[in-house]
């Protein structure tokens, strides 16, 4: 019998290191070489310098990478990635072997909330210098994703007027109940004091809950995360979350800007993420993509001041129940240099508002109360049909006549902006977010896109792709640090001499050094 294959005695000592235990093709050596490359002191990070005095800090280069690693794996918790220090081999590798407790971990990521964010930037910046992104196409989408905050810890004036009625009632019932006990009707025992302390230290609570929102002119409050809002879900019900915007380009799919927003709408939200866009790759002209939800005259005016050509859906008109087809708005046709509408049967319809109003009321009375079609064109009450007009209305011709000509190019924006959602939610465990306020989410966000654009990159370029264009910004950081007159004259040598004694000398022999 051929029996079962045996193992290493688990006592045996193996002279082993663990750089022999990481695969040559390993997503932690990308990590570990992109953190390496950085510059964290002209990011901002704290404590980039080691102290002179006092107790030696754990690395920032070191803790960076493990929270990359930790959010491009799913692994968030500043406990669990305590727990990785001390069992994953590729977490001990990329630590050197160091092991800082969870409040460690973080403190370092509360310290460092917006440099942590600039990781995200610096890597969109790698990408663009090599040729990943095309900054031709842009794609912009929404997604709800769940703050740490629970349902229950959310508050209207509805829901705080009901739950001070209700405390108002027990409060009645507890000293109606003691009022019995005393006079002896009653076997029961009688409520306790402590009982009508919490009941009354509850409705202080919410009393203090209201009178915010009444300081403060919002219409709900969140008890543990107060930038987190109550939001719509795709499961048909409503979550307390944060609504995440990201732009992706369309050339690899990799997400080149984000944002989080407290408005659970995406109005608005295109004119900003255009804006972040240009500003981050320093372009001057693209196309961006955006659904329905997008779909707003203020914001597509202020696109195309940005000089960016928006493809962007309409949203479903709202029409009459039971209008015929050929009555509909649509059939309604403007003739702009007189500035009438003609109706389906030819009628015209003209306005007493002026040009400047926002909403603009067309009609034709006389015309309406003789024609033999006006039971089918006029629904209601009403005694003449009314089509009114928006002062965007020329924008949003412009844009529906776009969509229509560019159908093709608009299909293609699921697959660019869509599927990275998909991929945060579904395989880096990104459903919720572990951090509180809207500017802590931003790290969290930043991290997680950061994770998911590493994917992206290691897929297109490859694992020896990715580490020679990693070692080459090395290079070329190492030349332009040299370069600087400073340093050029505590060397005392040419800089061309002192490039060419690291790239050929130095540097190979060090990472000889570091693999024996």
Not at 377 to 399: D, F, L, P, W
Not at 408 to 437: A, C, D, S
Request: hydrophobic share 35%; charged share 30%; with cysteine.
């Amino acid at each position: 019998m051929a029996g079962y294959k045996i193992g290493e005695d688990r006592e045996q000592i193996v002279m082993q290191s663990l750089e022999d235990m990481i695969p040559p093709a390993c997503m932690a050596r990308v990590i570990d070489r992109f953190i390496e490359v950085l510059d964290l002191q002209k990011l901002g990070f704290a404590r980039s310098q080691p102290a002179e005095t006092g107790r030696p800090a754990y690395p920032p280069k070191a803790l960076c990478k493990l929270y990359v690693y930790g959010y491009e794996n799913g692994i968030r918790s500043s406990r669990k990635l305590e727990r990785e220090t001390q069992r994953n081999i590729e977490v001990m590798w990329l630590m050197d072997s160091l092991r800082p407790d969870y409040k460690t971990i973080s403190e370092f990521r509360r310290e460092n909330v917006r440099p942590l964010q600039k990781l995200f930037r610096e890597f969109v910046q790698l990408c663009k210098s090599w040729e990943l992104i095309g900054g031709e196409l842009i794609a912009v989408d929404g997604s709800k994703i769940k703050a740490s905050n629970n349902k229950k810890m959310n508050f209207s004036r509805k829901k705080l007027e009901a739950r001070l009625a209700h405390l108002d009632e027990q409060i009645k019932k507890y000293f109606a109940d003691m009022e019995t006990a005393d006079k002896g009707e009653s076997t029961e025992t009688s409520p306790g004091t402590a009982e009508l302390q919490k009941l009354l230290e509850l409705k202080e609570q919410y009393e203090n809950y209201k009178k915010q929102l009444d300081e403060t002119g919002e219409n709900e409050l969140s008890a543990v995360d107060p930038d987190a809002r109550l939001m719509g879900n795709n499961r048909g019900g409503v979550d307390v979350a944060y609504n995440v915007q990201s732009a992706a380009d369309g050339k690899h799919d990799i997400i080149v800007a984000y944002d989080v927003e407290t408005n659970p709408s995406d109005h608005h939200q295109l004119g900003k993420m255009v804006k972040q866009v240009k500003r981050i790759l320093k372009l001057r002209r693209f196309t961006v993509l955006a659904d329905k939800g997008y779909y707003n005259g203020e914001d597509l005016q202020r696109v195309k001041k940005y000089k960016v050509t928006a493809i962007v859906a309409r949203q479903k008109p709202t029409e009459i129940k039971g209008l015929p087809e050929q009555f509909r708005s649509e059939k309604f046709t403007y003739h702009e240099p007189t500035d009438i509408y003609i109706c389906p049967m030819g009628h015209v319809l003209s306005t007493p508002n002026k040009k400047e109003a926002k909403r603009r009321n067309y009609f034709n009375k006389a015309a309406c109360a003789s024609c033999p079609h006006k039971d089918s064109c006029i629904s209601g009450n009403a005694k003449h049909r009314t089509v009114t007009r928006s002062q965007y209305s020329k924008i949003y011709n412009e844009t529906d006549k776009r969509l229509a000509e560019n159908m093709e190019l608009y299909k293609r924006r699921q697959q660019i902006v869509e599927h990275p959602f998909g991929t945060v939610k579904h395989t880096m465990n990104g459903r919720h977010f572990l951090v509180r306020t809207r500017r802590k989410v931003r790290t969290e966000v930043a991290l997680l896109f950061l994770g998911y654009n590493l994917k992206r990159a290691v897929n297109v370029l490859g694992f020896a792709g990715i580490m020679e264009r990693l070692d080459a910004f090395e290079r070329s950081f190492l030349s332009r640090l040299i370069q600087h007159r400073h340093f050029s004259k505590f060397c005392g040598c040419s800089c061309a001499a002192f490039v060419t004694l690291w790239v050929l000398f130095l540097s190979p022999l060090m990472i000889m050094n570091l693999q024996i």
